[in-house]
């Protein structure tokens, strides 16, 4: 009886354990994807490429617009926005030519393309940087940096460098300041800091000329729960403020009207609904979304970017070395009936459609031929194409040749991206 008992237990216990398994995630792809499957399937040209989706793209740009409305100017973050084409046209949507930089050969195209741009380094960078801009300024170009390109200092030792700079090159260096307020990625820690720097600066005069201060507050969008985000918001914006009136205590070098520039994709629809220290916010991701970009204060906001990739092969989802354990495995999780395999891979991005479709962890990763497992519902077949959503924007464009533009359903040009070949940062 006690064995009849255990054994009895024990296919409940199996029965139990059955009853846990995955469940089936696979389907077709939804109508979206399936029309722009077919799409690509007589247009695509059979290598990867990536998808902007303009409607979406409009929409994202008119609910910033709407949101900031006439208070705060918008500065194009250029990382995350890398084609000449994508911020002329996103530039002509907002009425903005301000552009934040990041990458100095970015920066000398963009003073090629964008002749009449504001241009604000949105990093530090190495003075042997900055003088590259100036040797490979064309002599010919109307864009003048003394008037429209601000350098980012974020040390007193960077400050003396690009005094020494602006010596060199006999001409003066517009800068703004980057401030610590609350991401601790560097910056001058201190209003107190920020004023022993001014206070040499004062005794110490150099071409610098001071244009504004710059904070970055990503870290206010994932705060953790024990501070809470209104909180953190009303101390990062604090922290601005006592650095501003740092500032305003050398009125000789701080401008009647300076450049207080700050927020991000993350945080931008604080500043536009509430009271803020800045007078124009820097926006990038927001407009294109990609999925590090899924927080409750973009919400509203629609990826725009699609990654896409033919399959190259469709087949039984076995591994190596199992065996007859295959099916077992398949049983277990459904979602290993099949493998797909695509042109090229290691992407940073996540597959959306079909949906059930995800990386195979079992057999690993591929730039070649990414592996996909999923299950016999996804349908898919060879030359279909599979979509994925890129996690983040920057750094990407550079992989690929164009981006690809659709406006309600069909492809209407292309762009092309910045540095291809060559990472943008």
């Known amino acids: 009886m006690k064995r009849r008992s255990l054994l009895g237990f024990g296919a409940i216990g199996l029965l139990g354990a059955w009853a846990l398994r995955p469940s089936d995630q696979g389907q077709p792809h939804a109508s979206y994807f399936a029309a ?140 703004a300041l980057e401030i610590d307020i609350g991401l601790a990625r560097g910056g001058f820690a201190s209003p107190e800091q920020l004023g022993q720097t001014l206070q040499w600066l004062s005794d110490n005069p150099t071409p610098l000329r001071i244009r504004g201060l710059m904070g970055y507050d990503a870290h206010v969008a994932h705060t953790p729960f024990w501070v809470g985000q209104a909180q953190a918001f009303a101390e990062s914006n604090a922290r601005y403020l006592a650095f501003l009136d740092s500032a305003r205590s050398f009125p000789t070098l701080w401008p009647q009207q300076p450049l207080l520039n700050g927020g ?103 730039a070649n031929q990414e592996r996909l497992i999923g299950s016999n519902h996804t349908a898919l077949q060879v030359d279909d194409w599979v979509f994925l959503r890129p996690q983040r924007s920057e750094g990407l464009f550079a992989e690929f040749s164009e981006l690809r533009l659709l406006r309600r359903g069909r492809f209407v040009g292309s762009w092309v991206p910045h540095g291809r070949g060559s990472a943008t940062y």
């Open 264 to 366: 991000g994709s993350l945080s931008y629809r604080l500043h536009a609904a509430g009271r803020t220290p800045l007078n124009e916010l820097a926006v990038g991701s927001a407009l294109l979304k990609p999925s590090d970009f899924d927080t409750p204060l973009l919400a509203e906001h629609r990826p725009a970017l699609w990654l896409a990739s033919p399959v190259l092969k469709a087949q039984s989802g076995d591994l190596p070395f199992l065996g007859s354990s295959q099916t077992l495995l398949q049983g277990w999780n459904p979602n290993r009936q099949r493998a797909f395999y695509l042109y090229g891979g290691q992407w940073p991005a996540v597959p959306v459609s079909p949906a059930g479709l995800d990386y195979d962890p079992l057999y690993g990763r591929s």
């Open 36 to 175: 722009l499957n077919q799409l690509l399937r007589r247009e695509g040209g059979g290598i990867p490429l990536l998808v902007i989706d303009l409607d979406r793209l409009d929409q994202n740009a008119d609910l910033l617009a709407q949101r900031l409305g006439e208070k705060l100017p918008v500065r194009l973050v250029t990382k995350s926005l890398a084609s000449t084409g994508l911020l002329n046209y996103l530039a002509n949507r907002l009425g903005t030519q301000r552009f934040m930089v990041f990458h100095q050969p970015q920066l000398n195209q963009l003073a090629q393309d964008f002749p009449q741009a504001d241009l604000l380094l949105g990093k530090p960078l190495p003075a042997a940087a900055a003088l590259a801009f100036y040797q490979q300024l064309p002599v010919a170009s109307t864009f003048i940096p003394a008037r429209q390109l601000t350098w980012l200092i974020d040390s007193p030792q960077r400050l003396a460098e690009y005094a020494e700079l602006a010596r060199a090159l006999k001409q003066p260096l517009q800068i």
